[in-house]
């Protein structure tokens, strides 16, 4: 016999989103971990919020949400509040009933910034590689570096030259026709006008240039599990830059390993490198002027091949 599609509309609902979310979900691992530094946390909420006054979004719930948008690359805070208004999977990961109104997006990106400048998300997530080192699961001696372009949320009309007089208004505001044939554009002659800290970048010789960032992680090797990340300017030199300040942040005096790619055998990165007591375990670069600055004294340890098959795990973090 035919079902009949029609939908009718109940009073009431008896199933929650507990029920609905299967046992064997991923996002249940990731919400029982979240859940145990949040607790950790609470007393430095209790510091950072009024004890009388308006109630504002319960910063554990904002945190979770914060983690959806990035385990899910949801692109703004508008669009996740979309997410999580119909996705019972979402709400009940937050920590939302079915009929709990969600926050309007101005207002979560304004307790948003409070978190950030209060630096509780950075130490949110620096908890979380606490829990995985308390278990084992991280390497505390070898570890990977690497970087990648973050495609800026600017588009190529944006970039212009930087001493361009106001003209005429455009033919249409929100899109306007710009002709950038035998125009040569450059960081030195151009900027972005939404976003002047972004600079034009490409991922390597005869790709398209975009205005980007530089994304860079520090992965330990023994599960590829990231501890650390910055963003800088991509200005070409990014990548190594930010390695040395997140290879200096290690704790710790021991000596460990770094391995990287071809971009990082540059003899003043090998310099710093030893200077921080860091044994650098990158790709030989034989094409470069004066030949790889990683000899034969680093390359004959067996060390150095099992740093060159680890290393690739750290593409599946940005992938």
């Known amino acids: 016999m035919r079902g009949a599609d ?16 299967r046992k064997d979900h991923p996002l249940r691992a990731i919400r029982a971990m979240v859940d145990e530094v949040l607790q950790r946390l609470s007393r430095r909420f209790d510091a950072m919020y009024a004890s009388t006054g ?11 949400a914060l983690l959806l ?10 669009l996740l509040m979309e997410e999580i208004d119909y996705s019972m999977l979402f709400r009940w990961f937050v920590g939302l009933n079915l009929d709990d109104e969600v926050w309007d997006a101005t207002v979560f990106t304004k307790n948003r910034d409070r978190l950030l400048e209060a630096d509780v998300a950075k130490e949110f997530l620096a908890h979380v590689v606490e829990q995985a ?16 372009l973050l495609e800026a949320w ?31 554009r450059s960081n030195e002659t151009h900027a972005s006008k939404t976003d002047p800290e972004a600079l034009l970048a490409r991922h390597g010789e005869g790709k398209e240039s975009k205005v980007s960032y530089s994304g860079n992680l520090l992965v330990e090797n023994r599960n590829g ?38 971009g990082f055998d540059t003899r003043d990165f090998v310099k710093e490198c030893r200077h921080l007591r860091v044994t650098p375990h990158v790709t030989q670069n034989d094409a470069r ?23 690739k795990r750290i593409e599946e973090c940005f992938g």
């Not at 948008?69 to 508008?78: A, D, F, K, P």
């Not at 190529?156 to 710009?178: E, I, L, M, R, Y």
């Not at 002027?289 to 099992?306: E, L």
């Open 154 to 184: 600017a588009g190529a009309k944006s970039f212009q030259p930087k001493n361009q007089k106001s003209s005429s208004p455009p033919d249409d505001p929100g899109n306007p026709t710009v002709n950038f044939r035998g125009e040569r």
């Open 54 to 64: 308006r109630p504002s979004i319960p910063p554990e719930q904002l945190l979770r």
């Open 6 to 21: 029609q939908q009718q509309n109940h009073i009431f609902s008896y199933i929650s989103p507990e029920e609905r979310v």
């Open 225 to 262: 599990l990231i501890v650390d990340a910055e963003v800088f300017q991509a200005n070409g030199m990014a990548e190594r830059d930010a390695a040395l300040v997140m290879l200096e942040k290690l704790p710790g005096r021991q000596l460990v390993t770094v391995g990287g790619d071809k």
């Open 133 to 148: 080192r308390a278990q084992g699961l991280t390497s505390d001696e070898h570890f990977t570096v690497d970087g990648t």
């Open 289 to 311: 002027p004066g030949g790889s600055a990683i000899d034969g004294r680093t390359t004959r340890h067996a060390g150095y091949a099992v740093s060159q098959r680890k290393r």
């Open 69 to 78: 948008e990035t385990l899910y690359s949801i692109r703004s805070e508008r």
